[in-house]
């Protein structure tokens, strides 16, 4: 580990008081009315984010199925996407040209390491985890959690770090989570077609609770575009009739992006246990039928 | 390993009922239930040797001031409580550390960390006491537990890399109750390398003490595993004039596939002085025993 990459910041310890977290934290006894209950496990089914109906939007996967949809062993950005800078834009075409020779290029994903925001949200599964002065969200994939402090402001110096430095306050029904500060390495990536970013990268996520038919209905927008996958555990609970919860967020990154641009990921009840799912005991390579051939010997050392 | 499995759970069971029975929120009062809120430290690693009953397995190496020498590892083969099978398993692994190499364990493999492996190997952690259950968040590799509160263990156990956790509060301590933790490619319960069988069961007893408490065992922590951490603006410097209670873990192992009794250990944490910070496994080249980074294989061209 690499001891100096942490962020400087101070976290209000202090201010903790343990019967209102308790208060906070259950569920049951939401004493601010405007404070939304995001507790439960949330799923989804795709990895990609919601395409832009109008404005600057999300890249899209060139490369489709026969049936239409993004093929998702071949991911392809459209690097022709106007909102791409020059260079972010031969990046994206790179990795696809690397994608379409049926290779993995290196991912946040695949190399083991923490997925900042926004990518983060690709990940099937989540939960969030409220307390009075904080937030923490916890992943399925890799046992990776992030925490937002709440009503406070980002430090003057930030360190870089993988997930960077979010803040957090409650607007109406939406949770507003603001981050900074997130660190650039090669291989840093947005999104699942390698789409770069540089230290400027600045997310604005907006979390909040859209009726289960509202829901239901952007779950299967997204499948349209990009398929059910088939090498994932699907985790959504189709049953489930009641609220969903949707994360519309913002990009910003001047060094990356011609513009600031939007989309949506949105998540329902999951209908499954959290497991465990370790990155590095991981072996398989995900195009079909390809597992990586790991080294072998045939005497054990002890 | 099912009876044993069976007599928690009718003992969960009790216990559920009896919690059940009481007024929920007498139940829950933070009298009852200790705040254990925020970020806590230690600047070593390993187990501190309980005041009486049997300790963690030793290193055979230490450094010239007496602290066990974390740099070469090399775990007592002969302690009675090893059977032989855990005994040669121990043996062999020290023989990696005289000669200057790392045996893979968890840590360096990025793998999880089992109980109690994960609370020698790491230094800070955070508790999310929830209505329902504890997360403990461990800052080596972002590691998260889960426990669920006044509960049972199934009957019907998958394993796994943390395996199966229970708890509740008894007496102002949060005690944990783990079965279930499967032997990985590397199944360890220390930095030694005592392995582990199916049947491991470890209790652990998280309680607060006063700073004085805290800070004599922290000590005595370094003393024997030596300081590993602090010194450098790591995020793990103790702060040493704001400190109020400190949280003290126990641990009680027990393994009748490897082990020949039980043996216990703590782990004392102190308030650190700043958030910790990200330790992310996969990127770290660093060659503790070696001092210096791995030689990463580098293109002189990229190759997009």
Same mark, same amino acid.
């Given at each position: 580990?690499?001891?100096?990459?942490?962020?400087?910041?101070?976290?209000?310890?202090?201010?903790?008081?343990?019967?209102?977290?308790?208060?906070?934290?259950?569920?049951?006894?939401?004493?601010?009315?405007?404070?939304?209950?995001?507790?439960?496990?949330?799923?989804?089914?795709?990895?990609?984010?919601?395409?832009?109906?109008?404005? &600057?939007?999300?890249?899209?996967?060139?490369?489709?199925?026969?049936?239409?949809?993004?093929?998702?062993?071949?991911?392809?950005?459209?690097?022709?996407?106007?909102?791409?800078?020059?260079?972010?834009?031969?990046?994206? =075409?790179?990795?696809?040209?690397?994608?379409?020779?049926?290779?993995?290029?290196?991912?946040?994903?695949?190399?083991?390491?923490?997925?900042?925001?926004?990518?983060?949200?690709?990940?099937?599964?989540?939960?969030?985890?409220?307390?009075?002065?904080?937030?923490?969200?916890?992943?399925?994939?890799?046992?990776?959690?992030?925490?937002?402090?709440?009503?406070?402001?980002?430090?003057?110096?930030?360190?870089?770090?993988?997930?960077?430095?979010?803040?957090?306050?409650?607007?109406?029904?939406?949770?507003?989570?603001?981050?900074?500060?997130?660190?650039?390495?090669?291989?840093?990536?947005?999104?699942?077609?390698?789409? &770069?970013?540089?230290?400027?990268?600045?997310?604005?996520?907006?979390?909040?609770?859209?009726?289960?038919?509202?829901?239901?209905?952007?779950?299967?927008?997204?499948?349209?575009?990009?398929?059910?996958?088939?090498?994932?555990? %699907?985790?959504?609970?189709?049953?489930?009739?009641?609220?969903?919860?949707?994360?519309?967020?913002? %990009?910003?990154?001047?060094?990356?992006?011609? !513009?600031?641009?939007?989309?949506?990921?949105?998540?329902?009840?999951?209908?499954?246990?959290?497991?465990?799912?370790?990155?590095?005991?991981?072996?398989?390579?995900?195009?079909?039928?390809?597992?990586?051939?790991?080294?072998?010997?045939?005497?054990?050392?002890? | 390993?099912?009876?044993?499995?069976?007599?928690?759970?009718?003992?969960?069971?009790?216990? /559920? %009922?009896?919690?059940?029975?009481?007024?929920?929120?007498?139940?829950?009062?933070?009298?009852?239930?200790?705040?254990?809120?925020?970020?806590?430290?230690?600047?070593?690693?390993?187990?501190?040797?309980?005041?009486?009953?049997?300790?963690?397995?030793? $290193?055979?190496?230490?450094?010239?001031?007496?602290?066990?020498?974390?740099?070469?590892?090399?775990?007592?083969?002969?302690?009675?409580?090893?059977?032989?099978?855990?005994?040669?398993?121990?043996?062999?692994?020290?023989?990696?550390?005289?000669?200057?190499?790392?045996?893979?364990?968890?840590? $360096?493999?990025?793998?999880?960390?089992?109980?109690?492996?994960?609370?020698?190997?790491?230094?800070?952690?955070?508790?999310?006491?929830?209505?329902?259950?504890?997360?403990?968040?461990?800052?080596?590799?972002?590691?998260? =537990?889960?426990?669920?509160?006044?509960?049972?263990?199934?009957?019907?156990? !998958?394993?796994?890399?943390? /395996?199966?956790?229970?708890?509740?509060?008894?007496?102002?301590?949060? %005690?944990?109750?783990?079965?279930?933790?499967?032997?990985?490619?590397?199944?360890?319960?220390?930095?030694?390398?005592?392995?582990?069988?199916?049947?491991?069961?470890?209790?652990?007893?998280?309680?607060?003490?006063?700073?004085?408490?805290?800070?004599?065992?922290?000590?005595? /922590?370094?003393?024997?595993?030596?300081?590993?951490?602090?010194?450098?603006?790591?995020?793990?410097?103790?702060?040493?004039?704001?400190?109020?209670? /400190?949280?003290?873990?126990?641990?009680?192992?027990?393994?009748?596939?490897?082990?020949?009794?039980?043996?216990?250990? !703590?782990?004392?944490?102190?308030?650190?002085?700043?958030?910790?910070?990200?330790?992310?496994?996969?990127? $770290?080249?660093?060659?503790?025993?070696?001092?210096?980074?791995?030689?990463?294989?580098?293109?002189?061209?990229?190759?997009?």
């Amino acid at each position: 580990m690499n001891r100096n990459d942490h962020v400087k910041t101070r976290f209000p310890i202090a201010g903790l008081i343990f019967t209102a977290m308790i208060a906070a934290v259950g569920g049951s006894a939401q004493a601010a009315p405007s404070i939304p209950d995001f507790s439960g496990l949330w799923a989804r089914t795709t990895f990609g984010y919601d395409l832009a109906a109008s404005g &600057p939007g999300p890249l899209r996967n060139l490369a489709r199925r026969s049936n239409g949809t993004s093929d998702a062993f071949k991911l392809v950005g459209d690097y022709h996407n106007p909102i791409l800078k020059p260079g972010a834009a031969e990046v994206v =075409r790179q990795h696809g040209e690397v994608s379409l020779a049926s290779r993995s290029y290196p991912d946040l994903s695949n190399e083991c390491r923490p997925l900042p925001p926004p990518y983060v949200l690709r990940i099937a599964q989540m939960q969030m985890l409220q307390e009075k002065d904080r937030v923490t969200i916890l992943y399925i994939q890799d046992h990776q959690f992030r925490q937002v402090r709440l009503n406070t402001s980002h430090p003057a110096h930030v360190t870089p770090s993988w997930q960077g430095d979010s803040v957090g306050h409650y607007d109406g029904d939406t949770l507003v989570i603001d981050t900074i500060g997130i660190k650039t390495r090669p291989g840093s990536m947005i999104d699942m077609y390698g789409t &770069p970013h540089s230290a400027a990268l600045h997310v604005v996520e907006r979390y909040r609770l859209i009726d289960g038919e509202a829901a239901k209905e952007a779950v299967e927008r997204s499948e349209r575009e990009y398929g059910r996958p088939t090498t994932e555990p %699907v985790y959504v609970d189709f049953d489930y009739k009641g609220k969903g919860l949707q994360v519309r967020f913002t %990009v910003h990154d001047e060094g990356t992006f011609t !513009t600031p641009w939007s989309s949506a990921v949105t998540y329902r009840r999951s209908g499954s246990e959290w497991g465990e799912i370790a990155c590095a005991e991981n072996t398989s390579a995900y195009y079909p039928g390809a597992t990586t051939t790991v080294p072998h010997a045939d005497k054990p050392d002890f | 390993m099912a009876r044993a499995i069976l007599r928690r759970s009718v003992c969960g069971v009790i216990a /559920g %009922v009896v919690w059940m029975t009481l007024p929920a929120k007498a139940a829950q009062t933070a009298a009852a239930i200790p705040d254990f809120s925020g970020f806590w430290a230690r600047t070593s690693l390993g187990f501190e040797n309980p005041a009486t009953g049997h300790g963690p397995l030793a $290193n055979l190496n230490h450094r010239a001031n007496g602290a066990s020498n974390l740099s070469l590892l090399a775990g007592d083969d002969k302690d009675p409580i090893l059977k032989p099978q855990a005994a040669e398993v121990v043996r062999r692994l020290a023989e990696w550390g005289r000669r200057d190499e790392a045996f893979p364990q968890p840590s $360096n493999q990025c793998l999880p960390y089992p109980p109690p492996y994960i609370a020698s190997n790491n230094q800070e952690i955070q508790l999310i006491q929830l209505k329902d259950r504890v997360l403990i968040l461990n800052m080596f590799d972002h590691q998260i =537990r889960y426990v669920r509160l006044n509960a049972q263990h199934p009957a019907k156990l !998958t394993p796994s890399w943390y /395996g199966d956790s229970i708890g509740h509060y008894e007496a102002g301590a949060l %005690v944990i109750d783990t079965v279930g933790i499967k032997p990985g490619p590397f199944p360890m319960t220390d930095m030694m390398g005592t392995p582990f069988s199916k049947q491991l069961h470890v209790v652990e007893r998280f309680a607060l003490v006063d700073a004085a408490t805290a800070k004599k065992f922290a000590e005595r /922590g370094e003393a024997e595993n030596g300081v590993v951490a602090g010194l450098n603006g790591d995020g793990v410097e103790i702060d040493t004039e704001h400190q109020d209670k /400190g949280l003290q873990l126990t641990v009680t192992v027990e393994d009748p596939g490897m082990l020949n009794g039980s043996w216990s250990g !703590t782990v004392t944490y102190r308030r650190p002085l700043l958030d910790w910070a990200e330790s992310v496994c996969a990127e $770290n080249p660093r060659e503790y025993y070696a001092g210096r980074d791995t030689a990463i294989p580098h293109a002189d061209k990229p190759d997009f």
